[in-house]
């Protein structure tokens, strides 16, 4: 996902990424001026949690605008895909090796440019 924000066309599109715990990523997006929100970890099987999450990955999504939701492994799915789904938004999903759990779901809206 670091790779696929760091060449994606500015003057078209404006990245955003929610991570669903804090991490070494959030720096390195930063580095690349990509916006990153840290929502506050909680286990999946917090329903309550959750479902507090995923609303506002919604709220964040409509707010800003966002045309499309790349989500990062089965727990960003969770969160992202979800979100998507109930803005009526396209998701595309991309899954890693179960030894690197993905927290990071990626959004893009067009350019205001």
């Not at 404006?14 to 959030?26: I, K």
């Not at 506050?40 to 309550?48: K, S």
């Not at 707010?63 to 998701?91: C, K, M, P, Q």
Request: glycine share 4%.
């Amino acid at each position: 996902m670091l790779n696929l924000l760091r060449h994606l066309d500015r003057a078209h599109f404006e990245p955003s990424v929610f991570q669903l715990r804090p991490g070494p990523l959030a720096d390195r997006l930063r580095e690349i001026d990509v916006p990153v929100r840290i929502h506050t970890p909680h286990r999946m099987r917090n329903v309550p949690a959750v479902a507090k999450t995923i609303l506002a990955l919604a709220a964040h999504v409509r707010d800003a605008e966002i045309d499309l939701v790349h989500d990062n492994g089965f727990r960003a799915h969770v969160y992202g895909g979800t979100a998507a789904w109930s803005s009526g938004l396209t998701v595309c999903r991309c899954s890693t090796p179960a030894r690197t759990p993905a927290t990071s779901s990626c959004c893009a809206a067009p350019s205001a440019t």
